[in-house]
């Protein structure tokens, strides 16, 4: 069964410092992995999408990294802002086609930054 | 170009009741799916809709449906509402392109209560 999984759950950290953010995934085949950012109360909006050949993505102060052989990517936040406290998703696709039913979705990380 | 739009955004409904969700894509965008995210399972997919034919559909029982109109525009109906049924209901759309990247653009998202 595909799974995505995400840690830790939650994290505090305070403002202006670096976070790592984790996702493992056991989807086979694999199309593309993404990271989502969710503010409370809204929707998921884009961060970064690899494919299998691309281990680094950078977004502003978000980096994403992705190692295929162990299935594993990373979201690092760098000089952390109040305004990244949200819910971080990570999102795997496999090759069927590209229907959505492909999407394997994380529970996300739910990230709190303090002043 | 405007985003994806949600109506409404919230809704209080009664165990027993049905209720209707309405989703309109960004323009362009052919491709709707529609997703349930609760606390403790995060995102879970319903069903997605190509050019006004279900093309894909998760694991829902059939209380839930939904359908796709000649303008993009989706709907989604819950019958016989329970109150597990409670959650923030995401409608996505995809831009067209190589299918296998399958990019979803969420609305904001509709917070259903079931009293």
């Known amino acids: 069964k595909n799974q995505v999984e995400q840690s830790p759950q939650s994290l505090i950290i305070l403002e202006g410092k670096n976070c790592t953010l984790q996702?493992?995934?056991?989807?086979?085949?694999?199309?593309?992995l993404r990271w989502y950012k969710q503010d409370t109360g809204r929707g998921p909006v884009s961060l970064t999408i690899m494919t299998f050949s691309e281990n680094t993505k950078s977004n502003g102060r978000y980096t994403a990294t992705l190692d295929a052989d162990t299935k594993q990517s990373s979201l690092h936040i760098t000089a952390s802002q109040l305004s990244d406290s949200a819910s971080y998703i990570c999102v795997v696709s496999g090759n069927s086609g590209g229907g959505a039913d492909g999407l394997t979705f994380g529970k996300g990380t739910h990230l709190i930054i303090q002043p | 170009k405007a985003g994806v739009t949600q109506t409404p955004r919230y809704l209080i409904k009664t165990r027993g009741q049905q209720v209707t969700l309405s989703c309109s894509p960004i323009s362009g965008h052919r491709s709707v799916s529609w997703y349930q995210q609760t606390p403790g399972q995060g995102l879970q997919f319903l069903f997605e809709?190509?050019?006004?034919?279900?093309?894909n559909k998760g694991n829902f029982p059939g209380r839930f449906s939904g359908r796709q109109f000649s303008n993009s525009r989706s709907e989604m109906n819950v019958s016989t509402l329970e109150l597990g049924d409670s959650a923030l209901y995401l409608c996505?759309?995809?831009?067209?392109?190589?299918?296998?990247?399958?990019?979803?653009?969420f609305g904001p998202g509709t917070r259903l209560t079931v009293l």
């Open positions: 996702c493992n995934y056991t989807v086979s085949p694999f199309s593309n």
């Open positions: 996505a759309s995809s831009p067209p392109g190589l299918a296998r990247y399958n990019e979803q653009f």
């Open positions: 809709y190509f050019s006004e034919t279900q093309r």
